[in-house]
């Protein structure tokens, strides 16, 4: 079967100090794999997807930034944080927009 | 693109009661809804899925049901309990592999 994790599962940063938040999933191949921000009490905003090694759409421009350096591995990243950067990160997957897509358990992430 | 609306944003029940949340979409060509529930601090988890090709589909005490002609797909949950309380978001698929997510329903189950 297949599963997604995400570390840390909390982080708390000063602003200004550098990001990296990693999400691999096992059990599958070829993945399209995806970045979501969420606020307090919000909703989910996409911030990145990619559909294979290499390839990364951007949905919000700021500061962050995404990679995927291999099939199964997903990386946000930041150079410098900002207040406004604290939120639950989602890690996601999919094997296309029409089907399941399963979540990963969030990193709680807290600038101060 | 795909533009999903999700109501009510609150929703307080009785236990026992039932719970309905709705959705309207606006892309005709999508023919995948989800639904998701989660939990505080959690991330979320699909609870049930609909295609196009069926109008209902039930799993015990949830079911979603489907009206293409309209574009609107809704969640019904029966005999609630406090295990129930959570967010809720539907979702449908729009261009180039993303999925458009609803703002979220807070259901509140009330003892």
């Known amino acids: 079967s297949q599963t997604i994790h995400q570390w840390p599962a909390t982080l708390v940063q000063p602003v200004g100090s550098p990001l990296s938040l990693e999400c691999t999933v096992e059990?599958?191949?070829?993945?399209?794999l995806y970045w979501y921000r969420q606020a307090a009490g919000r909703g989910l905003q996409l911030l990145f997807y990619?559909?294979?090694?290499?390839?990364i759409s951007s949905e919000v421009p700021q500061n962050l930034s995404a990679s995927r350096p291999q099939d199964r591995q997903f990386i946000l990243s930041s150079k410098k944080l900002l207040l406004s950067d604290s939120g639950f990160y989602l890690c996601?997957?999919?094997?296309?927009?029409?089907?399941?897509?399963?979540f990963g358990p969030g990193t709680r992430l807290t600038v101060t | 693109g795909e533009n999903v609306e999700q109501h009510p944003s609150t929703l307080s029940v009785q236990e026992g009661d039932s719970a309905v949340i709705k959705c309207t979409y606006s892309?005709?060509?999508?023919?995948?809804f989800p639904w998701y529930k989660q939990e505080l601090g959690k991330g979320p988890q699909l609870i049930i899925d609909?295609?196009?090709?069926?109008g209902e589909k039930k799993d015990q005490r949830i079911a979603v049901t489907l009206n293409k002609t309209a574009k609107h797909f809704s969640l019904h949950i029966t005999e609630t309990q406090p295990e129930d309380s959570a967010v809720y978001f539907c979702?449908?698929?729009?261009?180039?592999?993303?999925?458009?997510f609803g703002k979220g329903t807070r259901l509140h189950i009330l003892p």
């Open positions: 059990g599958t191949s070829n993945p399209n």
């Open positions: 892309d005709s060509a999508s023919n995948y």
């Open positions: 996601a997957w999919n094997r296309g927009a029409q089907a399941e897509q399963y």
């Open positions: 979702a449908a698929p729009s261009l180039h592999d993303k999925i458009i």
């Open positions: 990619s559909v294979g090694i290499g390839q």
């Open positions: 609909i295609r196009s090709n069926v």
